[in-house]
Structures are given as C-alpha cells and as structure tokens.
Nanobody, 118 residues
Framework: VQLQASGGGLVQAGGSLRLSCVASGGVFSINAMAWFRQAPGKQRELVAI???????KHADSVKGRFTISIDNIKNTAYLQMNSLKFEDTAVYYC?????????????WGQGTLVTVSS
C-alpha cells in the first residue's frame, strides 16, 4: 500500500492548512490512518489517529486546533490544522495500518513539510 501526502506549506502563525493522505495499491483494507510529525532534532510523535469506524485520538498539544477525518470511499485521511503555532513546524507523515490479501501491513507516506512563521 502506498501513501501520497499533500497539503503542506508555509503559513503564518494563526493560519490554517489542510493535509491530505491517499492510500492506494492493490487490494487492501484499512483499519486506521494516522498523522505523525517530526520537528528538527526531535523524535517523531503521533499527532492524531482515526479508525475507519470514526474513532479518533488527538495529541494533547493539538486538541481543539487539529481535526483528523477519513473518507473511507476515497481511502483518504485529512488533517485540518487551525490556529497554527510556530511549534507546529515539522515534517508531517501519514501512516496507515490494515490488511492486504490476509496479511497485515503498516505503511508510511513520504512526508509533507509544514512551516509556521511567527
């Protein structure tokens, strides 16, 4: 399963961006999709995760500002990011977990850079 992430860019503090992540490639089912981020010099951290049933979890640092959603028909996850802060600057990675032909998979996208100017 391949992931294509998009939507990153440069935005001023207080602004908004919407990230998209499309899963494709053969026959597969999705259990959950997630967004992680990695800032320079820091470890990769979970931002938000959503199951195909719609259950979500957001990191405390983004609660009330970011919202993850999923379109099960399009195999696409979104991350709506509002009230962006300088500390949100990072490379954002999409992750998907599921099964393909009876075997579990765990795939990562290439990352999309989000830069928030103060």
């Amino acid at each position: 399963v391949q992931l294509q992430a998009s939507g990153g860019g440069l935005v001023q503090a207080g602004g908004s961006l919407r990230l998209s992540c499309v899963a494709s490639g053969g026959v597969f089912s999705i259990n959950a999709m997630a967004w992680f981020r990695q800032a320079p010099g820091k470890q990769r951290e979970l931002v938000a995760i959503i199951t195909t049933g719609g259950s979500t979890k957001h990191a405390d640092s983004v609660k009330g500002r970011f919202t993850i959603s999923i379109d099960n028909i399009k195999n696409t996850a979104y991350l709506q990011m509002n009230s962006l802060k300088f500390e949100d600057t990072a490379v954002y990675y999409c992750n998907v977990k599921g099964t393909s032909r009876g075997l579990p998979y765990d795939s990562w996208g290439q990352g999309t850079l989000v830069t928030v100017s103060s």
